[in-house]
């Protein structure tokens, strides 16, 4: 390399980047000065303009009214009016739509009751003069157990004696009989008791088990078994099994009525009926439906709300019941009833508005009146509301800065600057002083309009939208959650409202940078408003403890957050391209839209000059898979390299890939020193180019520094030789590019990418070990001539880059199938009888 090529480009560099470092110190500490002043000035109201004589301060001299006027009060007559709408008057109505369920669950269970009683309806079901009634209704609910134990002894004790003298053995044969045997599960006789024994005790033993459970006959059993010995001595035998029959069949009826209460209960899913229903007499059960009716229908009327505890309902049913039903159906009316009543009183929505509406029109301004020289507050008294409010009206209050909280003010902002400073260098290190101040621009834009105190006045999803989409999620984030708390420290600012807005900024500088196309932002946009409108319903909530019965009065409010949010993400989206002009920013989206093939300058490139078109297509698939392997940024890569070359269109037929195997323009030149000015001319062409079509700075980077200082070799070594016929000394920096050289990674690898291309197109049967060879070659060439030192890239990342390459190519270039000759001449007969 020539020695004066060297020097300059030794020196060059180093000129460029002290003129940048004094231009950092110059202009940063100002640029950080304006910032933190006029963000002061902006979110500090609060503490260069406090009142000494504020509401809870002690007058210090008695202070009189200057003049005669009248005073309002805005802030207390918002409050009341808000107080109004809220109220503590609800209207309420019954839905009928509960009543009439009610009524359905209630005919549902006592269809139910009446269902299982005609079961048994057939009672008494044998001669009370047989057996009574008592006794009837025992022995059909008994256990079969016991039934086959009381049938047992009645046997028992009816064994007839033979006529005569009795016989010892007949006698123990008599007294055997008189045993009842009780008996276990497998017929083993268990234990022998005597049934002359069971009857003369109050309570006998008449079976038992091997875990010695036994059944024990009560009185009423008793009872029975006396009856039934009764008609038995003084009837035939054939009526005595009739009345067994009879007992038998009503126990089998009455088995299916208490089998159909408990499965129908057991689907209800709660217990209303127990045996109790079924000994009722008719009259006694007719006036027990007629009772829960009357009563359901009072506790209905009179309304149950649902904030009224159960337990009060249970009492209420109690006093009801009272009275109107049988003594003995009371607890059986209100465990329906308690299981049935659900709340009808129902919010009604319109009449509770109406009123609310009425009370607010009722509420008067807040207004003081006063006259010349009446007293606003004695010395030594608390300085109240209204006091404070006639003070501030009249220049009284003594406003003045209140240096120490102001100083402590400016700390907080100097602080917050310089976080975002320290995250726009971590995650955005390129950022430029236009950035600074567009971000700059930003904040203020918040702290600004809230001081309009409009309904549309806190811009933070716009804020957030913007500075995510511009400088990524992690910026976004940061400066959102800033300006969330310092504005609170600086500014008086309605919390909810607040909260809720920096929500929706938060997620909106959360999600932008995935967005790839002006539809998904605006699809965004309902997102960040609902995220708006529903963190402002949770905090209401939270802090205001509004009850269920007043959430109509938030509906409102709920739906202008929403709309709040979409309004500002509306803005944000109609903005952001005329900043993204204006400042020159590439977001993914704006590399997105200038990606598009249909782009004026990529039509003309792919029409004028075809040839480069495919020639940038096969570039950017290197580079893109080059870039996305070592961690640049892909969007950038694939766009900046589809317009690296638009500058040959000014001559497209003086580059070979354009002239389709036609003469070499350059041939007929045989001048190397115009070929070179001619090819060199393609990149001051295609900065015009991009400059007219405004594309952004960091696309046109990529036309001179994918050259870099590159020698034009062909024409130099051409020069070269007719100068040696000549004696003439060649300088090598005319038939180089004017640079720079790469100032990023992601120009530096089409730089690498677009030197690859020939070289791997020209090749045809070549294997991977031989490409990634020729690749290693020319990569090691551009490094070695020192094109790649302010690109960032590494060597490590030089292998990487040349094996991904080899892999595009082969990717581009796999073999194919070689179809047979007498194959393809059958493909050739069908497709001509086909066209016939």
């Known amino acids: 390399m020539h020695l004066t090529h060297l020097i300059g480009r030794l020196l060059k560099p180093q000129k460029k980047e002290q003129i940048s470092h004094w231009s950092n110190l110059v202009t940063s500490p100002m640029l950080v000065v304006l910032g933190v002043v006029s963000l002061t000035a902006t979110m500090g109201r609060r503490h260069y303009n406090q009142p000494e004589l504020k509401e809870g301060a002690t007058a210090t001299e008695t202070i009189l009214v200057p ?26 109505m019954i839905d009928q739509s509960v009543n009439q369920r009610v009524d359905h669950e209630l005919a549902e269970i006592l269809t139910l009751g009446n269902q299982a009683r005609d079961i048994v309806a057939n009672f008494p079901f044998v001669n009370t003069g047989i057996l009574s009634t008592i006794t009837q209704r025992h022995l059909r609910q008994v256990s079969q157990q016991k039934w086959q134990a009381i049938q047992k002894i009645v046997k028992e004790q009816l064994q007839e004696r033979p006529p005569g003298p009795e016989s010892k053995k007949t006698a123990f044969a008599r007294s055997n009989q008189n045993i009842v045997k009780v008996r276990s599960k497998n017929n083993n006789i268990i234990q022998q008791i005597s049934a002359d024994e069971k009857l003369s005790e109050g309570s006998s033993i008449l079976a038992g088990n091997k875990k010695n459970s036994y059944i024990v006959i009560s009185n009423i059993d008793k009872r029975a078994i006396s009856e039934l010995l009764t008609y038995r001595k003084k009837s ?11 007992v038998s069949q009503a126990r089998n009826f009455y088995k299916k009525a208490t089998e159909l209460l408990a499965q129908e209960q057991e689907n209800e899913g709660y217990q209303v009926y127990d045996r109790t229903v079924l000994e009722l007499y008719d009259s006694t059960w007719q006036k027990t439906q007629i009772g829960i009716k009357i009563v359901k229908d009072r506790m209905l009327a009179q309304g149950l709300s649902p904030n009224f505890p159960k337990r009060k309902w249970v009492d209420g049913i109690k006093a009801q019941v009272a009275g109107v039903l049988p003594l003995e159906t009371e607890d059986l009316a209100i465990n329906i009833l308690k299981n049935i009543l659900e709340p009808n009183l129902a919010k009604d929505q319109d009449k509770t508005s109406e009123l609310g509406e009425l009370a607010a029109q009722k509420v008067k301004p807040v207004e003081y009146k006063v006259r010349k020289n009446e007293v606003i507050v004695k010395k030594g008294e608390k300085i109240n509301r209204k006091a404070f409010m006639l003070l501030d009206h009249f220049a009284l209050s003594r406003r003045r800065v209140n240096w120490h909280s102001l100083v402590v003010f400016v700390c907080i902002v100097s602080v917050s600057v310089g976080i975002v400073v320290i995250v726009g260098r971590k995650c955005k ?40 989409s511009f400088y990524g999620s992690t910026m976004g984030v940061t400066l959102m959650g800033l300006i969330s708390v310092v504005v609170t420290i600086g500014m008086d600012v309605d919390k909810i409202d607040w909260c809720a807005s920096a929500a929706g900024g938060i997620i909106g500088s959360l999600v932008v940078e995935k967005m790839r196309s002006r539809e998904e932002q605006a699809l965004l946009g309902v997102g960040v408003g609902l995220t708006q409108g529903t963190v402002y319903l949770l905090t209401h909530l939270i802090l205001r403890a509004t009850s269920y019965e007043l959430w109509y009065a938030i509906i409102v409010p709920v739906g202008l957050q929403v709309l709040t949010g979409l309004v500002w993400s509306i803005v944000a989206l109609g903005v952001s391209p005329y900043l993204e002009h204006l400042f020159d920013i590439i977001t993914p989206i704006r590399l997105s839209e200038l990606a598009n093939p249909n ?32 961690g640049c940024d892909v969007e950038l890569v694939r766009t900046g390299t589809l317009y690296h070359d638009i500058g ?60 870099g200082t590159m020698l034009i070799a062909f024409f130099y070594y051409q020069a070269k030789q007719k100068a040696q016929k000549k004696a003439k000394v060649i300088k090598e920096e005319l038939f ?79 073999k194919r199938i070689a179809y047979p000759k007498a194959a393809m001449n059958t493909n050739r007969v069908k497709t001509a009888k086909s066209s016939c």
């Open 67 to 92: 003049q005669d006027d009248t005073v309002s009060d805005h802030e207390l007559t918002n409050k009341r009016l808000e107080s109004a709408r809220l109220g503590d008057i609800t209207v309420v």
């Open 236 to 246: 035939l035998f054939e009526n005595y099994l009739r009345i067994l029959e009879e």
């Open 429 to 468: 290190s390129g950022l430029r002083r236009r950035d600074h101040i567009l971000l700059l621009l930003l904040t203020l834009s918040g702290p600004l309009l809230l001081a309009l105190k409009g309904p549309w006045s806190i811009s933070l999803p716009a804020i957030g939208l913007l500075v995510g």
């Open 599 to 630: 782009r004026p300058l990529l039509k003309r490139l792919a029409s004028e000059a075809p040839g480069t078109f495919q020639h940038t297509l096969f570039v950017a698939s290197l580079a893109e898979a080059a870039a996305r392997e070592i």
């Open 648 to 707: 040959k269109m000014h001559d497209p037929l003086s580059f070979i890939e354009n002239q389709m195997g036609g003469a070499n323009k350059h041939d007929e030149i045989n001048d190397p020193w115009v070929s070179v000015e001619i090819i060199k001319k393609h990149v001051t062409e295609g900065l015009v180019m991009a400059r007219r079509h405004r594309l952004p700075k960091a696309i046109r980077a990529f036309i001179p520094e994918h050259q």
């Open 736 to 814: 180089r590019y004017a640079g720079p050289i790469p100032q990023s990674r992601e120009t530096g690898i089409v730089m690498l990418a677009d030197s690859c291309e020939a070289a791997l197109r020209s090749l045809k049967d070549a294997t991977h070990k031989d490409a990634l060879q020729m690749v290693k070659k020319i990569l090691r060439a551009r490094w070695q001539d020192n094109q790649l030192v302010d690109s960032g890239l590494t060597r490590g990342e030089m292998s990487s880059i040349a094996e991904i390459f080899v892999q595009v190519w082969e990717q581009y270039n796999h």
